[in-house]
């Protein structure tokens, strides 16, 4: 057991990383912390997958990457919260039909959510939702030149490191 003095010590010391930084250390303002990453939810913007990818730019981040069904399941839970409208997810199959790739570094993905069947969209549909219609809003392919919510994920360097 660490005392209370001892406790005090550490975190002015900065000493206990993560555990001492809080969400408004290390995220923008108003932005949700999960782990190593701040999220923004765009509930006033509508754009273009593309264009979302741009706003999002212009706040230091980019279209969510979902890694894990853990990221998945908080930001689902984000979503249903606030009873949000369809979001971006980074994931596009944009340049070559059928292979879907995280927006931006271009890598593949290792867990995804989709709707059953889908994505079923072909040439039309290349760029992934967060579909409000499905009750777990699991995802479904959208053409890129519809517009929705931009779902911004960033990740700070030096994560829980003050000063
Ligand atoms: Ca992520
Ligand atoms: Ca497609």
Redesign the pocket.
């Known amino acids: 057991m660490v005392s209370f003095v001892q406790l005090l010590v550490i975190i002015a010391l900065g000493g206990y990383g993560d555990v001492s930084a809080q969400p408004s250390d290390v995220c923008p303002n108003g932005w949700i912390r999960y782990y190593d990453?701040c999220y923004w939810v765009g509930y006033e913007q509508q754009l273009s997958f593309v264009e979302a990818e741009h706003y999002c730019r212009q706040h230091n981040g980019h279209l969510?990457?979902?890694?894990t069904a853990d990221?998945n399941v908080f930001i689902v839970d984000v979503l249903h919260k606030t009873k949000a409208g369809n979001c971006w997810v980074g994931l596009s199959d944009m340049d070559t039909e059928g292979k879907w790739l995280w927006y931006g570094t271009q890598t593949t993905p290792e867990y995804t959510h989709w709707f059953p069947g889908e994505p079923g969209g072909s040439n039309n549909e290349d760029c992934a939702v967060f579909a409000a219609h499905h009750s777990d809003y699991s995802w479904d392919d959208y053409p890129c030149s519809t517009t929705q919510h931009p779902l911004c994920?960033y990740t700070p360097e030096n994560t829980g490191i003050i000063g």
């Open positions: 990453s969510i990457h979902v890694e990221e994920e």
